[in-house]
């Protein structure tokens, strides 16, 4: 995994050298021997990673793979028993996390300095203990994406020479690389192997996705088991005693003045942050205190003048209420009188209502029997109109049918003049198209000889046009040469100038030369 600044340098350089990478750098620039596996096959090459897979010695990886190998493209190479083995690029959520977790380490060695960090382009050497070696053991050269050294450890680590540590670090820490199932593979399995054949105490795999995020403790014999949280999802470490963090915040990433107040991360990260925290409450818990203390002692006196206006209040009330009592006993007498006037005059106005719905009963019935007069008034003299109005009709009718026998008479007698006439116009129609279809033949036989007259002056106008074509052409042919005779002419004019002012300088500097060799003859004559 590499650091971020190294991403965004590498972005640019890898587009421009993809091509590059293939020919210019397949070769070491130092080196030409290359040990090559006689049963492995030469996979596609990476333009951003060339030489991944290479079989170099451990020498060779030293003087020329591990540092910079290539002057145009960013790329670390670890080594693992001969092979050369590119650390992919990480993606923007592994860089996140593994920032976090690289925040929280240090937050950690700052408040206990146990231990020190290397990081991305710094290897360690593996010595492994392999009965299938002809030596029984293989090496490798491993760059954690962190690694931790503890003060303790047998190997110091330090010094402005030191590009690699010597020793086996107590903590491995990597981002996992997904781009491919042999990168998953190489993380979760093949490093995860080695690392505890070597004697890495601990080792945490970190991955944002957190299929394969896992970590590992050293239980002897070579072998890792896995760490367990505890209740609260709380990993512990044994290398750095104090680490721990929990399993959802490696998600939440929280920053570090939250993590400061809380009880898992407190002890390490910024741990006065919480007590000057607490403090500052402490001194505004005791402010918010004296301000109640004041507001009750001020709402103290404030009830104590409320009551004293509330007494007040109450014995004016009592006052009022007796003598709201002794009008309402007045109200009261006063509306009982005045019930008995108001029964004697419902009671009247009974009567009175009795009275008049009987004589409305008997207009009603006058009514009734007045509209019933009127509507057989109605009746008879509506079937009267009807009767009228049929015998009208009948009599139009029989006016009708006579003016209607009239009219046929009429039609018969037109219609007979107008077929007489008819016949007489079918003749001449057939005499006028008889006459119509010769004309038609002799305009379709001058139209014949129109269109061949057409077709003819239409082949004489591309036949001109064909010529007026070459001749143009021609001229412009003409013009050409002409420019071009012309240029000759204006070219050897100027080469005549300029030899002829080249001719002039020639004898200018030949009369000089005499000039100057009679004066030198004068001079010594004289």
């Known amino acids: 995994m590499k650091s971020e600044e190294a991403l965004r340098d590498s972005s640019q350089t890898q587009t421009n050298s993809s091509q590059t990478a293939r020919t210019s750098v397949s070769e070491p620039a130092s080196l030409s021997t290359r040990v090559e596996s006689p049963a492995q096959s030469s996979p596609p090459i990476n333009p951003f990673a060339p030489d991944d897979g290479r079989y170099v010695t451990k020498e060779e990886y030293w003087a020329r793979w591990y540092e910079n190998p290539y002057p145009d493209i960013d790329v670390s190479y670890e080594w693992n028993n001969g092979r050369l083995e590119a650390k992919p690029l990480p993606n923007e959520p592994q860089l996140d ?297 009948a009599e139009a009718a029989a006016r009708q049918e006579e003016a209607t026998a009239r009219q046929a008479a009429e039609q018969r007698a037109e219609m007979e003049a107008a077929a007489h006439q008819a016949a007489e116009q079918r003749a001449e129609a057939e005499a006028a198209a008889r006459q119509e279809e010769a004309t038609a033949r002799q305009a379709a036989e001058q139209r014949a000889e129109v269109e061949a007259a057409a077709r003819q002056e239409e082949a004489t106008a591309r036949q001109a046009a064909e010529q007026r074509a070459e001749v143009e052409a021609a001229a412009r042919q003409e013009e050409a040469t002409a420019r071009q005779a012309a240029e000759q002419r204006a070219e050897v004019e100027a080469a005549a100038r300029q030899a002829e002012a080249a001719a002039r300088r020639e004898a200018d500097e030949q009369m000089r030369a005499m000039a100057e060799e009679l004066d030198r003859l004068r001079r010594q004559s004289s």
């Open 97 to 393: 996390l593994y920032n976090w977790f690289l925040d929280l380490l240090r937050h950690y060695i700052s408040t206990n300095p146990i231990a020190k960090l290397i990081n991305l382009e710094t290897g360690f050497v593996l010595t492994i203990e392999d009965p299938a070696e002809p030596s029984g053991q293989r090496e490798a050269v491993r760059k954690p994406d962190i690694g931790v050294i503890l003060n303790s450890n047998p190997v110091p680590w330090g010094g402005v020479d030191r590009r690699h540590f010597d020793g086996v670090c107590d903590m491995v820490v990597e981002a996992v690389s997904d781009s491919t199932p042999a990168e998953v593979q190489r993380d979760t399995e093949e490093k995860r192997r080695d690392y505890a054949l070597a004697g890495v105490k601990e080792y945490y795999i970190l991955d944002p996705g957190g299929e394969h995020m896992r970590f590992y403790r050293l239980i002897g014999g070579g072998r890792y088991e896995e760490i367990q949280p505890d209740l609260e999802g709380v990993i512990g470490s044994d290398v750095l005693p104090g680490l721990q963090f929990r399993l959802e915040d490696l998600a939440r990433q929280p920053k570090g003045d939250e993590l400061a107040l809380n009880d898992v991360y407190s002890g390490y990260v910024m741990p006065n942050y919480q007590v000057a925290v607490t403090k500052s409450e402490v001194e505004a818990q005791r402010a918010d205190a004296e301000a109640a203390a004041r507001q009750e002692e001020a709402t103290a006196r404030q009830a104590a003048e409320q009551r004293a206006e509330m007494e007040a209040a109450a014995h004016q009330a009592a006052e009022q209420r007796a003598e709201a009592e002794a009008a309402a006993r007045q109200e009261e007498a006063t509306a009982r009188q005045a019930a008995e006037q108001r029964a004697e005059m419902e009671a009247a106005a009974h009567q009175a209502a009795e009275q008049r719905a009987e004589a409305e009963a008997a207009a009603r019935q006058e009514e009734a029997t007045a509209r019933q007069a009127a509507e057989q008034r109605a009746e008879m003299e509506a079937a009267a109109h009807q009767a009228a109005e049929q015998r009208a009709e």
